[in-house]
């Protein structure tokens, strides 16, 4: 995504890994882990909770992420990323 919004918009790519990330680890744990235990509507309402919490979490934190990933690059002097690398991991290339 960096690539791709040519290193700009940090929030898109903070915010838009919680919602995908987080989606699938709610949708994976909650269900092998209270199945059976929790009723249907109960683990689908932890489920969305969760979720939620998670990425709102995110959101407050991105003016925190904003000024620590600001501070680094001014340090650190250094801000690239890698335009020729191909970053998909489905291949068998080294």
Do not use: C
Not at 24 to 47: C, K, N, Q, R
């Amino acid at each position: 995504m960096k690539v791709l919004t040519k290193g700009r918009w940090l929030w898109t790519r903070t915010i838009g890994s919680t919602i995908v990330g987080q989606g699938i680890d709610s949708i994976i744990f909650y269900p092998i882990a209270f199945a059976g235990i929790w009723e249907g509507e109960t683990l689908a309402t932890v489920i969305a909770f969760n979720w939620f919490f998670k990425v709102m979490v995110e959101v407050v934190m991105t003016p925190a992420t904003y000024a620590i990933v600001g501070w680094l690059k001014r340090h650190e002097h250094v801000d690239f990323y890698d335009t020729d690398t191909d970053f998909t991991p489905f291949t068998l290339k080294d």
